[in-house]
């Protein structure tokens, strides 16, 4: 499969306008577990022209119940794995990584980032990352998950706009601590709702 046929598929699917918006994108995921594994792949499998992949974790077979990785990739960072697993999807999707844990002092290295999604799996990194975005990157938009815990309807899970430039996914109220694990189902389903606002913030839907 060449560039020009893989361009030219998503066209036929999307429209030329809309894919040249997606393919002029750069979207950092920001955690590549749950969330994070299947916001990359929702993303890349749309065209988006380039993916900052960020984690600092390893593969764990704790994670298969529910994280897009293979039992071949125990052991392999996460963002090793997941840029070897979009490199199947999609080659022509520009993917950087840095295997590191997120923090005030380096975030940074999201400055050029168009949308920030945000797929940690800690309270505290999530505000972190939120409300330090918000703060030196006004202008960007920040997509984060809240409640995706225990065997709790889907229809609950949906997205919510907060001001101008930040999006909360997921049904706000579930917590780990008390439903005492993630599934899969609910966790993709939120991911679904983040990979859908990225999408509809780049095609100039803003509404939630």
């Given amino acids: 499969m060449t560039r020009e046929e893989w361009t030219d598929a998503l066209v036929q699917r999307h429209g030329a306008e809309l894919q040249r918006k997606f393919s002029a994108a750069t979207v950092a995921v920001c955690g590549l577990g749950g969330l994070g594994s299947n916001v990359a792949i929702s993303l890349a499998r749309a065209g988006i022209g ?24 125990l052991g ?42 945000e797929c940690f799996d800690n309270a505290e990194c999530k505000a972190m990352l939120v409300n330090e975005a918000s703060e030196l990157y006004p202008e960007k938009y920040v997509v984060t998950a809240s409640g995706m815990s225990g ?36 966790v993709m389903l939120c991911a679904a709702h983040q990979a859908n606002t990225v999408l509809r913030i780049i095609a100039g839907n803003f509404e939630a």
């Avoid at 979009?86 to 400055?111: F, G, M, Q, W």
């Fill in 50 to 73: 380039k993916l900052h992949l960020i984690d600092f974790d390893k593969v764990d077979i704790s994670n298969l119940h529910r994280q897009q990785y293979a039992v071949s990739q």
């Fill in 76 to 117: 392999k960072y996460k963002t090793e794995a997941m840029k070897q697993i979009l490199s199947e999807i999609t080659p022509y999707c520009e993917v950087v990584t840095d295997t590191v844990r997120l923090n005030k002092e380096n975030l940074p290295l999201i400055a050029d980032c168009d949308i920030i999604c």
């Fill in 151 to 186: 065997l709790h309807t889907g229809n609950t899970i949906q997205t919510k706009r907060f001001g101008s430039h930040l999006y909360i996914c997921g049904d706000g109220t579930s917590d780990i601590a008390k439903d005492g694990t993630l599934f899969a189902p609910r």
